[in-house]
């Protein structure tokens, strides 16, 4: 296996990684922000205000984007797996 093909697979796998996380991250950086500027407000300092809310949110964006985020998986796994004979003739 070359360097180059081995860099190929780790920026694929990166960029995989950013579309994946990216939604999670999101929705996550906004509902925390909303939460913060809620508590500000009220002078509420619960901790469970700050989780549960987050949790809600999370579960949402898995059940909205798990069937994308699956396809996304199982492509990058088939594309690494029909790649392995050219890396194997390529070694």
């Known amino acids: 296996m070359s360097e180059g093909a ?3 697979i780790v920026g694929q796998a990166l960029l995989l ?3 994946v996380a990216g939604p999670f991250l999101a929705v996550s ?3 925390g922000l909303l939460v913060s500027i809620f508590q500000s ?3 509420i300092q619960d901790y469970t205000l700050t989780f549960a809310p987050k ?3 999370l579960a949402l964006v898995m059940v909205v984007a798990g069937h994308w985020i699956i396809a996304q ?3 990058y796994t ?3 797996y029909l790649g392995i004979p050219k890396l194997i003739a390529g070694a």
Do not use: E, G, N, W
Request: charged residues 10%; neutral net charge; without cysteine.
């Open 6 to 8: 081995l860099l190929a």
């Open 17 to 19: 990684l950013v579309k």
């Open 29 to 31: 950086l906004v509902v």
């Open 41 to 43: 407000l009220t002078q």
């Open 55 to 57: 949790a809600l949110a």
């Open 73 to 75: 998986l199982v492509s």
């Open 78 to 80: 088939d594309t690494l």
